[in-house]
């Protein structure tokens, strides 16, 4: 092609087919005729890629026409958009068109060099069985996939080669091409193709005998190129205008007339000359009034891109471009090039696609904020019931005042026909966008049924919704998460909550220190007393406050804990003279209490009698001293052990003196 803006996977692609190229002219090995395989797989897998994008643009327009009727929009405004889908309708058909052609020469190309007796007439029109569900088109697949299997032209080389997907038949399924879904023809994976290194048919295909006698297949592909690229440029540019100040329209008309085929198109220089004359030729039709302003640069782009030279350079000697392409080409870097020329088709109708798409220009509401919105059917539900929640996002226009016409317990209006129905009785608000609506009743189940003003192209519309609510009679529950008591020195765990109101709080009468600490959850701290008193009041709209609830708890000071050696349960009288000489430290626990409390020691002495004499050994902290060990290391079996002078710090508050400890060794 001609050049134009080219992405850097492009520009590696061109180049690497160029040094392809060049050593294939040196008469290099066969690995290099394989990198042209590796080289169009490549190809294939972007092509796929692009007609992907392409569809997604496709299915855009169709959704915005849809949205458009929907939404009730003034005639002329769908038959603007109407106007533009055909347009890319015609772009998308008219892009497959060519794709397929190309293919279908790609495929005559590579069976012919097998059996050259083939003709294209058996293989036009194939792409008909999946896009129009044509029999005979279906019949003619059928045939050329049977024919194509028969003649062995793919070995098996160990590469594998592309079946049809899981869970989907493929009744023309063979070895060389596939048609997908969409109708776009496709070559698979030539690693095993037998002929890889045939010279001689794409010569005779598509250059020709000699300069001045071009391969009608040649010079049909070239025809091709060249009329899509003007046909694609007239199907942007032709379509009326805006209409002017001056109440004029113009009837755009691309004219390829205007523009002349470079003769080279190999350095920068020649490159850019030729660019600077199709943009001077653009201009000049923007200002005669032929071409929209707005589609001079993307026509300008297609245009170059999709532009052929008439030679190049072969051997310094200039060589008309199809021969510069095809002659004396072994097939796989035929067909490379052909793949690469239905990329470049694919990715200027994608240009051209996105382009038109940007004329659809449907704007239905006015938003200027976007907020996150959660809301269900009801806001009230018993326990063991569940709530369906939706999240959604809600875009608004914050300068228009909200208006609202509902009914509220009318179980009959909403039911009756629009015409029917008695819109006198509705309740109506006024305010910002956004504000709240204040609702209150008897209790029980309520249900609210309205219309809300909203503005569709600058035209007022009343869009239904609905809302149910439910009111409870105020109640409140207070509980202990651990007992009914409140201990000294402890961070007590409460449960405190109400329902009935927008919220709640609790407070706590008889504590040194009450605080919240999550929903519904407080930690109370006491430090003296015998009772201490906690109620919860719920917290009306006004601010005004309800007791709903109220629980009187006893004070106790925390039980004292009893020690226990690692391994050795703190109910144990005697010890197992292997299991004592294991001990190491000494710990503090809560026998049979629900409390989650952690003591520490701080101190203790542990006593053995040796030789009719009490020997002592201190212990700071929760290990055992040296001297302690030792004493264990050397008790025998009938001996006893003394745990005493035990003291250990609870989560507050100084260290206190715990129970001793006795243990027998057997």
Same mark, same amino acid.
């Given at each position: !092609?001609g050049?134009?803006?080219?992405?850097?996977?492009?520009? !590696?692609?061109g180049?690497?087919?160029?040094?392809?190229?060049a050593?294939?002219?040196m008469?290099?090995?066969?690995?290099? *005729?394989?990198?042209?395989v590796?080289?169009?797989?490549?190809?294939?897998?972007? #092509?796929?890629?692009?007609?992907?994008?392409?569809n997604?643009?496709?299915?855009?327009?169709?959704?915005?026409?849809?949205?458009l009727?929907? +939404?009730?929009?003034?005639?002329s405004?769908?038959?603007?958009?109407?106007?533009?889908?055909?347009?890319?309708?015609?772009?998308v058909?008219?892009?497959?068109?060519?794709c397929?052609?190309i293919v279908?020469?790609?495929?005559?190309?590579?069976v012919?060099?097998?059996d050259p007796?083939?003709?294209?007439?058996?293989?036009e029109?194939?792409d008909?069985?999946v896009?129009?569900?044509?029999?005979?088109?279906?019949?003619?697949a059928k045939?050329?996939?049977e024919k194509?299997?028969?003649?062995g032209?793919?070995?098996?080389d160990?590469? /594998?080669?592309?079946?049809?997907?899981?869970?989907?038949?493929?009744?023309?399924?063979?070895?060389?091409?596939?048609?997908?879904?969409?109708?776009?023809?496709?070559?698979?994976d030539?690693?095993?193709y037998?002929?890889?290194?045939?010279? @001689?048919?794409?010569?005779r295909?598509?250059a020709?005998?000699d300069f001045?006698?071009?391969?009608?297949? /040649?010079?049909?592909?070239? @025809?091709?190129i060249?009329?899509?690229?003007n046909?694609?440029?007239?199907?942007?540019?032709?379509h009326?205008?805006?209409?002017?100040?001056?109440?004029?329209?113009?009837q755009?008309?691309?004219?390829?007339a205007?523009?002349?085929?470079?003769?080279?198109?190999?350095?920068?220089s020649?490159?850019?000359?030729?660019?600077?004359?199709v943009?001077?030729?653009?201009?000049q039709?923007?200002?005669?009034?032929?071409?929209d302003?707005?589609?001079? @640069?993307?026509i300008?782009?297609?245009y170059?891109?999709?532009? *052929?030279?008439?030679?190049v350079?072969?051997?310094?000697l200039?060589y008309?471009? *199809?021969?510069?392409?095809?002659?004396?080409?072994?097939?796989?870097?035929?067909?490379?090039?052909?793949?690469?020329?239905?990329?470049?088709?694919?990715?200027?109708?994608?240009?051209?696609?996105?382009?038109?798409?940007?004329?659809v220009?449907?704007?239905?509401?006015?938003?200027?904020?976007?907020?996150?919105l959660?809301?269900?059917s009801?806001?009230?539900?018993?326990?063991?019931d569940?709530?369906?929640?939706?999240?959604?996002?809600?875009?608004?226009?914050?300068?228009?005042?909200?208006?609202?016409?509902?009914?509220?317990?009318d179980?009959?209006?909403?039911?009756l026909?629009?015409?029917?129905?008695?819109?006198?009785?509705?309740?109506?608000?006024?305010?910002?966008?956004?504000?709240?609506v204040r609702?209150?009743?008897?209790?029980? @189940?309520?249900?609210?049924?309205?219309?809300?003003?909203v503005?569709?192209?600058?035209?007022?519309?009343?869009?239904?919704?609905?809302?149910?609510?439910?009111?409870?009679?105020?109640? /409140?529950?207070?509980?202990n998460?651990?007992?009914?008591?409140?201990y000294?020195?402890?961070?007590?765990?409460?449960m405190?909550? /109400?329902?009935?109101?927008?919220?709640?709080?609790?407070?706590?009468?008889?504590?040194?220190?009450?605080?919240?600490k999550g929903?519904? +959850?407080?930690?109370?701290?006491?430090?003296?007393?015998?009772e201490?008193?906690?109620?919860? +009041?719920g917290?009306?709209?006004?601010?005004?406050?309800?007791?709903i609830?109220? +629980?009187?708890?006893r #004070?106790?000071?925390?039980?004292?804990?009893?020690p226990k050696?690692?391994?050795?349960g703190?109910e144990?009288?005697?010890?197992?003279?292997g299991?004592?000489?294991?001990?190491k430290?000494?710990?503090?626990?809560?026998?049979?209490s629900?409390?989650?409390i952690?003591?520490?020691?701080?101190?203790?002495?542990?006593?053995?009698?040796?030789?009719?004499?009490?020997?002592?050994?201190?212990?700071?902290?929760?290990?055992l001293?040296?001297?302690?060990?030792?004493?264990i290391?050397?008790?025998k079996?009938?001996?006893? *052990?003394?745990?005493?002078?035990?003291?250990?710090?609870?989560?507050?508050?100084?260290?206190?003196?715990?129970?001793?400890?006795i243990?027998?060794?057997?």
């Amino acid at each position: !092609m001609g050049g134009g803006k080219e992405t850097p996977r492009q520009k !590696m692609i061109g180049l690497m087919y160029l040094v392809l190229m060049a050593m294939l002219a040196m008469n290099v090995s066969k690995e290099i *005729i394989n990198a042209f395989v590796t080289l169009n797989n490549k190809l294939e897998s972007s #092509i796929e890629q692009t007609e992907n994008a392409n569809n997604t643009l496709l299915s855009e327009f169709g959704q915005a026409l849809q949205s458009l009727k929907a +939404q009730g929009a003034p005639p002329s405004e769908v038959k603007r958009v109407e106007m533009h889908k055909n347009t890319n309708d015609s772009i998308v058909e008219f892009t497959r068109k060519i794709c397929n052609d190309i293919v279908k020469r790609n495929i005559l190309l590579l069976v012919s060099a097998v059996d050259p007796s083939t003709t294209f007439e058996e293989i036009e029109g194939i792409d008909m069985a999946v896009i129009g569900d044509d029999a005979a088109a279906k019949d003619k697949a059928k045939k050329l996939a049977e024919k194509v299997t028969s003649l062995g032209l793919i070995l098996d080389d160990g590469h /594998g080669h592309e079946g049809h997907a899981e869970g989907h038949e493929d009744p023309y399924e063979n070895p060389l091409f596939h048609i997908d879904d969409a109708g776009y023809i496709h070559i698979k994976d030539l690693g095993g193709y037998a002929k890889k290194d045939d010279y @001689d048919t794409p010569t005779r295909i598509l250059a020709g005998p000699d300069f001045e006698h071009i391969a009608p297949e /040649g010079q049909h592909f070239m @025809d091709n190129i060249k009329d899509y690229r003007n046909r694609l440029c007239g199907l942007i540019a032709d379509h009326p205008s805006d209409t002017m100040e001056n109440g004029t329209v113009y009837q755009y008309k691309f004219d390829t007339a205007l523009f002349s085929n470079p003769e080279f198109l190999i350095s920068e220089s020649d490159r850019e000359t030729f660019k600077n004359e199709v943009d001077s030729t653009l201009a000049q039709m923007v200002a005669d009034n032929k071409i929209d302003p707005e589609d001079k @640069d993307v026509i300008g782009e297609i245009y170059v891109r999709m532009t *052929i030279p008439e030679k190049v350079m072969n051997h310094g000697l200039p060589y008309p471009w *199809i021969f510069g392409q095809f002659d004396h080409a072994p097939i796989v870097a035929a067909t490379a090039v052909m793949t690469s020329v239905r990329s470049d088709v694919l990715q200027v109708q994608n240009i051209a696609s996105t382009h038109i798409k940007s004329r659809v220009k449907v704007q239905s509401f006015n938003f200027n904020k976007i907020d996150p919105l959660a809301f269900s059917s009801t806001s009230y539900i018993n326990q063991g019931d569940s709530l369906g929640l939706k999240v959604m996002i809600a875009a608004y226009d914050s300068a228009e005042a909200m208006e609202l016409k509902y009914w509220e317990d009318d179980t009959v209006q909403y039911r009756l026909p629009d015409a029917q129905q008695n819109k006198e009785t509705m309740k109506y608000f006024k305010g910002k966008a956004g504000q709240e609506v204040r609702l209150s009743g008897g209790v029980g @189940d309520h249900k609210l049924y309205g219309l809300i003003a909203v503005k569709e192209k600058g035209i007022k519309k009343w869009k239904p919704w609905k809302f149910n609510y439910s009111v409870g009679t105020p109640t /409140g529950t207070v509980a202990n998460e651990e007992m009914n008591v409140l201990y000294m020195q402890y961070d007590n765990k409460i449960m405190a909550s /109400g329902s009935g109101y927008p919220s709640t709080e609790a407070s706590c009468s008889g504590c040194s220190s009450f605080s919240k600490k999550g929903d519904g +959850q407080y930690i109370a701290n006491v430090k003296s007393g015998k009772e201490a008193t906690i109620t919860v +009041q719920g917290i009306g709209s006004d601010g005004s406050k309800t007791q709903i609830a109220q +629980q009187v708890f006893r #004070i106790k000071r925390l039980p004292d804990p009893t020690p226990k050696i690692v391994g050795v349960g703190v109910e144990a009288s005697t010890v197992k003279i292997g299991k004592i000489k294991q001990a190491k430290k000494l710990l503090a626990e809560l026998k049979g209490s629900p409390l989650n409390i952690k003591f520490t020691i701080t101190k203790f002495t542990v006593s053995v009698v040796k030789n009719g004499e009490v020997a002592e050994a201190k212990c700071n902290g929760e290990r055992l001293s040296g001297k302690a060990l030792g004493f264990i290391k050397g008790l025998k079996k009938g001996q006893k *052990i003394y745990i005493e002078n035990v003291y250990a710090k609870g989560p507050k508050g100084s260290p206190k003196k715990i129970p001793s400890m006795i243990l027998k060794v057997i």
